[in-house]
């Protein structure tokens, strides 16, 4: 059985280099700190990059004190890498996959449309066997996010 501190420091160290990609590489490429007033727009994804950062840092020296020094040996790594059974590797395609259709039903059905569907398929992806419940869920997500961002922010949506 793998120890709660092996995942730890893995998960970790994960959350913590994607904090340091967006940290230094996406806000400060994909964000213009354009402003006259007030603060810039890179503020806000700064301080909960920041936050990550802190948080997984934490994580990663939680997993060191519960024995997470045995996480390093060979045999764990051994033991962990017997563990997957291809599973957990297939739903996470399954989901990044539909992401991607997400991503392409955005740009070309739009969000009132594609947002539904997507929340739909996730939902069975993670087996959620409540059909009904599971396009109520889709259908108020999509309205109450279409309210709050299209209606009440005035936020253009896809």
Known sequence: MMKKGFKDIYTGLVLFAASLLMFFYVIPHHIKAYTVYGLPPSFFPKVITVALGVFSFILIISGLRQGGKEAFSLEAIKEHFRSIDGRP???VLMIFGIA????IGLATIGFIISTPIIIF?????FRWKRYVILI?????TTTVLYLIFGVVLGSPLP
């Open 136 to 140: 109520l869920i889709s259908g108020l």
């Open 89 to 91: 590797a297939r739903n």
């Open 100 to 103: 991607i259709l997400y991503y």
């Open 121 to 125: 398929l996730l939902g069975i992806a």
